[in-house]
């Protein structure tokens, strides 16, 4: 009777195991569909189709035509640079650039030897700005960077021989919000990046720093003040005068363009010497109902510290596909046990997965995504996961990378169909007209960033964008071209350009 006992309770034990065997099956499997449901539903509405990039190209060129009308009018701000000559190649002698823009900074000095020697020598130092000095006076930031540029300057010993009283000329990259007054004066707006330098915003940072280089006893003159985009652009065009575009592709974004002097309304003074003027469009700012946006989007966005600003960046640039693909993982983690039954700790941090970890995520071809493990492993601390859950983190890179390079493409299309360089999209008149003006002129788009630079599915799916928003005849005639250091030599070019000597 016991041996029957033990045996009915040894059943019940055994059923009661299969039991929650059963159960824990059906709860995977039931997770596993929620989670490729949830996938499914961020596909869709992060798609871009054809017609979906065409109405992005179609409202961007709106976005461009108000700006270019009125200030205030558009979500891009279109500014007017007050640079409307572009190296050409020709430019000779010894130039000096300032790449002030974050907690480093740079100094170059490049030599330019005309169109047989090119960029003959070029020098340069990475300073590290003190911490003080981003919450300090006017006077102690500019004074600081006045000394270093002397420090650089006083290392040039015989090699360039330049007359010690000569005066040297100068490109500034600085990559803070000003409003341009003209090619060598801008006006502070405000600080960023962790900036809170008293007694600046609202003054001319470039007089600010001559002051300072005065009172230093350096012989400088600042001959042009720029922000990285249109470094990038005269950088590029030092090379070829096809180059009318540049778009950085980095930590943010941006693109600027050679725009004719008659299609901005809202420039009053036309008497300019090319005809000509680059356009620096903040297209970061871009925005449009058109735009793929999701909750998980949304949900950033109002997290940041510019809700309701910089629409387009966010679902482009650098600073945040890594921050979509967190988001969208912890999702997953949390309504369907993605990573097992406890949400990974660091996985709720914020800003945690870079984008270059979401690249090494991306880019790994091997049978079993072991780069994706150690990824996961070494930076989230998610440890033993599946080849199906790896295959599924992978399937979530290429979705936002996917998205923001097509939408990087439809803006370049923007731009081209802007200047009239792009020929017909399916169903599009307008661009049938402008073919007729275009004539198979080749343009070069000059990119810089390391979004673009080290991303190379990024490239590829941006370039198949252009490709098939234009055609492949059309396309053949467009070449988009990587274009290093345009904030440090397009700086110091485009003090070429505009020193004393080249200016009539």
């Not at 280089?213 to 922000?227: Q, S």
């Not at 941006?254 to 008659?262: G, K, M, P, S, T």
């Not at 620096?280 to 946006?293: D, I, K, T, V």
């Not at 033993?384 to 890179?397: A, D, F, H």
Request: aromatic fraction near 6%; proline fraction near 3%; charged fraction near 25%.
């Amino acid at each position: 009777m016991s041996n029957g006992r033990a045996l009915l309770a040894f059943a019940a034990a055994v059923c009661g195991v299969a039991a929650l065997i059963i159960a824990k099956r059906m709860k995977d499997r039931s997770n596993w569909n929620h989670a490729l449901a949830i996938l499914e539903d961020f596909h869709r509405e992060s798609a871009t189709p054809l017609q979906r990039l065409q109405q992005i190209v179609n409202a961007m060129l709106v976005e461009m035509r108000k700006g270019l009308a009125a200030e205030n009018e558009s979500t891009m701000k279109m500014l007017i640079t007050h640079i409307n000559s572009l190296p050409t190649g020709d430019e000779k002698g010894v130039f000096y650039a300032l790449d002030l823009g974050g907690t480093n900074f740079r100094v170059l000095r490049v030599q330019l030897g005309g169109k047989k020697k090119g960029i003959v020598q070029q020098d340069y130092e990475e300073k590290h700005l003190p911490s003080h000095l981003m919450t300090g006076t006017n006077t102690e930031l500019f004074d600081y960077v006045a000394s270093e540029l002397a420090n650089f300057v006083s290392e040039e010993g015989t090699r360039y021989n330049l007359p010690r009283d000569q005066t040297r000329e100068l490109g500034v990259t600085f990559s803070f919000p000003v409003k341009q007054n003209s090619v060598a004066s801008g006006t502070l707006i405000n600080w960023t990046k962790g900036f809170a330098v008293t007694g600046t915003v609202g003054k001319d940072v470039v007089e600010e720093l001559q002051a300072a280089m005065v009172r230093r006893g350096l012989k400088m003159r600042v001959a042009a003040l720029v922000n990285d985009t249109v470094g990038t652009l005269a950088r590029g065009r030092y090379v070829s005068g096809d180059v009318m575009i540049a778009v950085i592709l980095g930590t943010g974004t941006n693109a600027c363009y050679l725009e004719r002097v008659d299609a901005i309304p809202k420039m009053k003074d036309a008497l300019q010497r090319s005809g000509n003027m680059v356009i620096n469009m903040e297209w970061g700012n871009f925005s449009s109902s058109f735009l793929p946006r999701t909750k998980i989007d949304d949900a950033l966005d109002m997290d940041s510290i510019n809700p309701g600003y910089q629409s387009f960046e966010k679902l482009v640039s650098g600073m945040y596909l890594g921050e979509i693909v967190r988001r969208l993982l912890l999702k997953l983690a949390r309504e369907a046990d993605f990573f097992g039954e406890n949400v990974p700790p660091k996985l709720t941090m914020s800003f945690i997965l870079s984008t270059p970890n979401i690249c090494s995520l991306h880019q790994d071809d091997s049978s079993d995504l072991q780069m994706v493990a150690k990824t996961l492993e070494e930076v989230l601390e998610i440890r033993g996961t599946s080849l199906e859950v790896r295959q599924i983190v992978v399937e979530v890179c290429d979705i936002v990378a996917r998205r923001g390079a097509r939408l990087s493409g439809s803006g370049i299309v923007a731009i081209l169909k802007k200047l009239r360089r792009s020929a017909i999209i399916s169903g599009d008149a307008e661009l049938h007209k402008a073919r007729l003006s275009w004539q198979g002129q080749r343009t070069i788009v000059a990119v810089d960033g390391g979004l673009y630079e080290h991303y190379p599915k990024y490239r590829e799916y941006m370039q198949a964008a252009v490709v098939e928003l234009v055609g492949e005849q059309t396309a053949a005639q467009v070449s988009i071209e990587f274009t290093n250091d345009g904030s440090g030599i397009g700086a110091a070019l485009l003090a070429a350009c505009y020193s004393e000597e080249a200016t009539p």
